[in-house]
């Protein structure tokens, strides 16, 4: 171990939680702030799912087609904010040119050497503590309308299988008899065995940061105004509550650690995949696994306060509140596929999906300054959290890990 430092990490979201609870075990003094408490900004509402699987990036080859077929149909799971197109555009060029085969293959790896052990991260991360009986065991299932709609789907699926994911395929009647609930139209399951949910991610958030506070850690309400470097390397973190000195400083503020990188003189290409929820209470009826709807582009997930329907994408910023369109979408969708659901209630929710055009987080030193990223982590940064903040604090512990870090380095953008 490298001598006790003092660390302060920015933004209580899963990925700051991770990092804080592994910095702590390594012995350091860590101070994590965030401005709203735990759990107030994507990992608080998302699907819940522990997405071993969820390997392939949303930019694949075929990206362009599908992006003119998805404009094309006003019923798409694809949504945009005409408004903020301007502010885009220079990401969109970035993110289409990553769609190139070669790009792809290299997304897929560095992805999976983050999210194919997370079922086994999030125990490590939990073991013996109050968050753990948040993690639930599971099997997903891709939900098709047909076997002909799990093939043309073949390009994920060859992608899938490069990491070692091959489904086991349920057809016709026995479709419903593996998941009452679902419609008699539904003709195809692609089940991905032995993989995870969390039962409740805002009480994980809420847990997580407790364990931090019964191990050492200290959790502060306060917001980061800007990160203030002498000679170079970090001094401190300006917050709306005065001055924190630090040796190193973790910035895991999801979407808003844009501007803080901005202040740091680097900008990082990140935009809000605005994403949504649907939550419904007492529902009648509950799935036996989570479920990953194709047609709609969300997920299901049976948790412990009712069933949670999540997903959907939406481009634009993150300081715009949300649209009817996509809650509308998933509202459709979920009649149709569940057609005997009834429920007490429905809580409707909107997160920010923090995106880089490579689809890749950010993680580890920036420069030499010692500053580490923990973030933009897009559609899986519950999933990987616990493997980001295992990896930052083994780097700032001066032990960095055995795996290959480059595909997430913090300078690549420039
Ligand atoms: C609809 C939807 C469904 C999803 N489903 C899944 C899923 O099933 N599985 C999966 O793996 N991922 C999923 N995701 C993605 C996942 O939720 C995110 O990638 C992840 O939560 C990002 O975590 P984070 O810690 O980086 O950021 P966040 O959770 O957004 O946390 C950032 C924190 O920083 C704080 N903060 C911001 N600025 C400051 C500041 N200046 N000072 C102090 N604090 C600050 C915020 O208050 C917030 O608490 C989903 C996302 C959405 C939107």
């Known amino acids: 171990m490298n001598k006790s430092l003092n660390v302060i990490v920015i933004g209580a979201g899963i990925c700051g939680l991770s990092s804080a609870i592994w910095l702590r075990r390594a012995g350091h003094a ?20 522990l997405a071993q699987w969820a390997v392939v990036p949303v930019n694949t080859p075929d990206l362009p087609v599908t992006a003119l077929k998805y404009m094309a149909n006003p019923r798409s799971p694809f949504f945009m904010q005409w408004g903020a197109l301007p502010q885009l555009v220079p990401w969109l060029v970035k993110f289409v ?19 194919t052990d997370s079922v086994e991260q999030h125990i490590a991360l939990t073991r013996g503590t109050r968050a753990e009986r948040w993690i639930a065991n599971s099997d997903l299932s891709y939900v098709y309308p047909s076997r002909q709609a799990f ?43 032995g993989h995870g949910h969390i039962l409740n991610p805002g009480a994980y958030m809420q847990d997580l940061a407790r364990v ?28 709306d509550q005065g001055r924190m000195a630090c040796d190193k400083a973790v910035l895991a503020a999801g979407i808003w650690s844009r501007p803080l990188m901005n202040k740091l003189g680097l ?44 997903g959907t994408v939406e481009l634009g910023n ?3 509140g949300p649209s009817r369109r996509p809650l509308k979408h998933i509202a459709r969708h979920v009649k149709r596929i569940f057609p005997g659901l009834r429920h007490a209630g429905v809580e409707e929710w909107m997160g920010f999906r923090p995106s880089t055009p490579d689809s890749l987080p950010l993680i580890g030193e920036i420069g030499q300054t010692g500053v580490f990223a923990a973030f933009g982590h ?32 913090a300078n690549r953008f420039g």
Request: a negative charge.
């Open 30 to 49: 860590v101070t994590l702030i965030d401005r709203e408490g735990p759990g107030a900004g994507a990992s608080f509402g998302n699907a819940g799912l």
């Open 97 to 115: 040119a990553n769609s190139r085969p070669a790009r792809v293959q290299h997304m897929v790896s560095g992805i999976a050497g983050i999210v």
């Open 151 to 193: 093939e043309a789907d073949r390009l994920t699926w060859e992608y899938k299988r490069t990491e070692g994911f091959e489904p086991e395929l349920i057809e016709g009647s026995a479709v419903q008899e593996a998941e009452p609930m679902l419609a008699p139209g539904i003709g195809c399951l692609a089940v991905l065995k």
């Open 212 to 239: 931090l506070e019964d191990e050492g850690g200290r959790v502060v309400r306060a917001e980061a105004r800007d990160i203030h470097i002498e000679g170079g390397q970090v001094r401190a973190v300006d917050t």
């Open 267 to 310: 900008k990082v290409p990140l935009v809000a995949e605005r994403g949504y929820h649907l939550h419904f209470s007492d529902p009648s009826q509950m799935p036996r696994n989570p479920m990953m709807i194709t047609q709609g582009k969300f997920a299901v997930n049976p948790m412990a306060t009712g069933l949670r329907c999540a």
């Open 318 to 320: 993150a300081d715009k």
């Open 378 to 409: 897009q559609h899986i940064g519950l999933t990987a959290g616990p493997k980001t903040g295992r990896i930052v604090a083994a780097q700032i512990d001066g032990q960095p890990p055995n795996i290959d870090l480059a595909p997430y380095d």
